[in-house]
């Protein structure tokens, strides 16, 4: 018999249980009574702590449209990665000793790029490992999407839907923040699908005059008001030449605590117009995962299994070019995928006269 475990770690997202789903029923399809599924509890603090536990093909139906992850999650195991070394060793030992007391074959990995980095070093250590790329943040190195992103951007562009009218009727400057503190995939397709004026991303340093200039321009037009899509992870030009640790300090010291904050109040000095601050937050990250999630997951699930009976181990799961592949490990961990320069919906944007501060 085959053990495959499955654990989800890092920041849930919709789409975890649809993706553990695929992989449990492409699973028992292919390999029938010879598999069996051990669910690993909290992610990575699970097989540090022991806490699994063999699971009946029944807890695997039913779960395709719950958002969240019925194995729950945690964020990095690790006390400062980088810096507490002998942590890291304790606990990567703790991990194998789990992964050997379980019995377990294989271990499939739900997560986005800490997870991965944790994957790759469990892969190096030997063990037998699969990824799944989740994020909202769409920032995983190697694949063209990630499970959860599309359902976050539908999300995001009803918030900001929402705020249309509510912007028109008081004639105001609405800032909807965004999720994404380094990546502003989610800020650049709700920006664009919610029709947002104004949209500000981390990889895109913002000239706030030019911010200002885009809330005028659109008044001098006739239009009451201008609604700013801004990732949480939006700097400034100078914001961008500094370290986080000073840019953070400047920021608390004219009393702002976000990047949102600060521009809002920046524009509402700079041009007069009433401004208000939307943050949906944790919002974009809960219940149920879109149709185009729900298939992604499925089909990356189902991947996934058939990785499980090659035993093709020490890779992660990737969609490149409309066609579900895997990369090794390796290749992909402790990198990210920004938006970059060329982008071609930066240009889309601009096309469609939207400021990109
Ligand atoms: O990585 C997903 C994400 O939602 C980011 O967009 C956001 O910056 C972060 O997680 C929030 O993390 P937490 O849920 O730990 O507050």
């Given at each position: 018999k085959k053990r495959v475990g499955i654990l989800t770690s890092g920041g849930d997202c919709p789409g975890l249980n649809a993706t553990i789903r695929g992989a449990a029923k492409a699973l028992y399809q292919r390999m029938g009574d010879k598999v069996e599924i051990v669910g690993i509890m909290n992610g990575y603090d699970g097989l540090i702590n022991g806490n699994y536990r063999d699971m009946d093909?029944?807890?695997?139906?039913?779960?395709?449209?719950?958002?969240?992850?019925?194995l729950g999650t945690k964020r990095?195991?690790?006390?400062k990665m980088r810096v507490v070394e002998e942590d890291k060793v304790d606990k990567v030992a703790a991990m194998k000793k789990t992964y050997k007391e379980a019995k377990l074959d294989c271990l499939l990995c739900l997560g986005g790029n800490g997870t991965h980095k944790t994957a790759n070093l469990l892969s190096q250590e030997g063990l037998n490992i699969i990824g799944l790329p989740k994020t909202?943040?769409?920032?995983?190195?190697?694949?063209?999407v990630t499970f959860g992103f599309h359902t976050a951007v539908d999300i995001a562009t009803e918030v900001i839907d929402r705020i249309h009218t509510t912007a028109g009727s008081h004639s105001r400057v609405m800032c909807i923040e965004i999720m994404g503190n380094k990546a502003g995939w989610l800020t650049l397709y709700s920006g664009i699908a919610g029709g947002a004026d104004i949209i500000l991303i981390p990889e895109h340093p913002y000239d706030i005059d030019k911010v200002a200039a885009a809330v005028e321009k659109r008044a001098k037009a006739g239009k009451n008001f201008s609604i700013l899509a801004v990732a949480e992870g939006a700097l400034s030009t100078a914001e961008a030449k500094m370290k986080r640790k000073e840019w953070t300090a400047k920021r608390a010291e004219a009393g702002y605590t976000t990047a949102t904050n600060r521009i809002a109040m920046q524009v509402q000095q700079m041009t007069g117009a009433e401004t208000r601050i939307c943050v949906p937050g944790h919002m974009q990250r809960g219940g149920s995962p879109s149709a185009y999630d729900r298939v992604l997951a499925t089909q990356f699930g189902s991947y996934a299994a058939s990785l499980v009976a090659d035993e093709h181990y020490g890779v992660t799961v990737a969609m490149v070019n409309r066609h579900v592949t895997s990369n090794p490990l390796i290749d992909i961990a402790g990198k990210t995928r920004g938006?970059?320069?060329?982008?071609d919906m930066l240009n889309v944007a601009r096309s469609m006269g939207i400021s990109l501060g």
């Open positions: 093909p029944s807890e695997f139906s039913g779960i395709l449209t719950v958002g969240g992850t019925i990095t195991p690790f006390k909202i943040d769409n920032d995983i190195y190697g694949t063209d938006v970059p320069d060329d982008c």
